[in-house]
């Protein structure tokens, strides 16, 4: 069975949340509200329930069945969030799973790209030229994926492309690379 991404749950839960506050801002929900929604887990709702209440942005009442709470609802700060969508989904992306299954091969190609780039048949400033450009996709890559500048990356891509005739058959990991962040 595949367990979702805590982000992915917390996304869901602070969405949950914001919609119920918006239908009555008085109402607090149980964790048996929660599961009846049908798209959480016990375990997973507990530990994301407090996680999210630690961080403020949900409001957690705990009694006398620990560690499972009674009853939560959204904060001044959880509304804040969500309806920052751009502060949502850099703190919880949208699909955290799929992009991260995605990305999950880049750094071993961006080592074959620098073994690559060692032995490409150029010198003198081109060659030095096409040395940044890799070390700048090691760098930009190693930024969080929801952070990536993706047009930038793909001109520095582009530019390392133009040093050879058939940059496929020089450089075929920039190709990967490149295929990889069109599917993002």
């Known amino acids: 069975m595949h367990t979702p991404h805590p982000k992915t749950i917390r996304r869901k839960l602070l969405l949950f949340l914001y919609e119920r506050y918006l239908q009555n801002p008085l109402e607090m929900f149980s964790p048996t509200d929660f599961l009846e929604h049908g798209e959480f887990q016990r375990t997973e709702l507990m530990v994301n329930m407090h996680y999210l209440g630690d961080r403020q942005l949900a409001e957690v009442m705990v009694g006398y069945n620990p560690p499972m709470f009674d009853a939560a609802r959204i904060t001044a700060n ?67 994926v929801d952070r990536w500048r993706i047009h930038v990356i793909e001109q520095v891509s582009t530019w390392m492309a133009a040093n050879f005739e058939t940059p496929q058959e020089v450089l075929p990991s920039l190709e990967a690379i490149r295929a990889i962040l069109r599917e993002i």
């Open 78 to 144: 959880g509304i804040d969030l969500v309806e920052n969508r751009f502060e949502l989904d850099r703190l919880f992306p949208p699909r955290p799973d799929e992009l991260e299954s995605q990305t999950a091969s880049l750094p071993l190609l961006l080592e074959k790209l620098v073994a690559e780039v060692d032995f490409a048949p150029l010198d003198g400033e081109a060659r030095h030229s096409l040395l940044r450009d890799v070390q700048f996709l090691r760098e930009e890559l190693m930024r969080p």
